[in-house]
């Protein structure tokens, strides 16, 4: 059977999310210093043995190598994971875990992963930021890839908890899964980061456009004309403008 380049790149994608989503039963050791800071308490509406996992993301279904963009949000609160529509994303990876590494059960996570995250998505407040990226780009969830700084969740109890939020995506993205490493599997033409607290986790990698993603005044359809940073990404991504060199 011939094997597509979406093909490999979904087959890379899915080692990434293995290790992610099976640490908790594999013993890793970066699982409890995650939980003393914070991070992982339990989510409404499931078991313990459904949230043993971390949550590595999604991947498009026509997300292609070259093409595709690559979205970077910092943690999620348990409000979002306690979501009915993204539930099955969390349980998922337990699930998965549990089963072993198989072309079934691959397909499995895959697909409900993937619901989940294009379901819920568009009823986060992040999506204000992407959702217009998204527009100006012509693109949708369909042709590409999410994830958070930390892989983990926490409990929002307001405003003053970003410091809890920058210290998760802090610790997991420098001692458990580093955002270039998903860079490096998945090769986006583009990375679209969530903030400050997403854009301190990444490192600028050659060859790479990175865009810090700034409120874009709560508009995500028809939002035009598009602030200069957008202009200047999409200008980039439809090769219009000249790419400089990454710094």
Request: net charge positive.
């Amino acid at each position: 059977m011939t094997v597509t380049a979406r093909d490999a790149t979904r087959h890379a994608w899915l080692d990434y999310a293995w290790r992610i989503a099976s640490a908790p039963m594999a013993g890793d050791s970066h699982i409890p210093a995650c939980e003393a800071s914070g991070g992982a308490p339990p989510i409404p509406g499931l078991t313990a043995a459904d949230c043993a996992t971390r949550l590595p993301g999604f991947i498009g279904e026509r997300y292609e190598a070259g093409k595709g963009v690559l979205l970077v949000g910092v943690v999620f609160k348990t409000a979002e994971t306690a979501d009915p529509a993204f539930l099955p994303a969390v349980s998922a990876g337990a699930t998965w875990a549990r089963a072993g590494r198989s072309a079934a059960s691959d397909a499995k996570f895959f697909a409900e992963t993937r619901d989940a995250y294009t379901n819920a998505m568009p009823g986060w407040p992040v999506w204000k930021r992407f959702g217009a990226v998204l527009h100006a780009l012509g693109l949708d969830l369909g042709d590409v890839a999410y994830t958070n700084a930390a892989k983990c969740w926490h409990t929002w109890r307001g405003y003053d908890d970003r410091n809890l939020a920058k210290n998760l995506a802090s610790k997991c993205s420098s001692k458990f899964s580093r955002i270039s490493s998903l860079v490096e599997c998945i090769e986006p033409r583009q990375v679209y980061l969530a903030g400050a607290s997403a854009a301190a986790s990444v490192r600028r990698s050659a060859k790479r456009d990175m865009f810090v993603v700034n409120v874009v005044n709560g508009a995500v359809d028809g939002m035009e004309p598009w602030p200069n940073w957008l202009t200047e990404a999409r200008g980039r991504y439809l090769g219009l403008t000249r790419e400089e060199p990454a710094g």
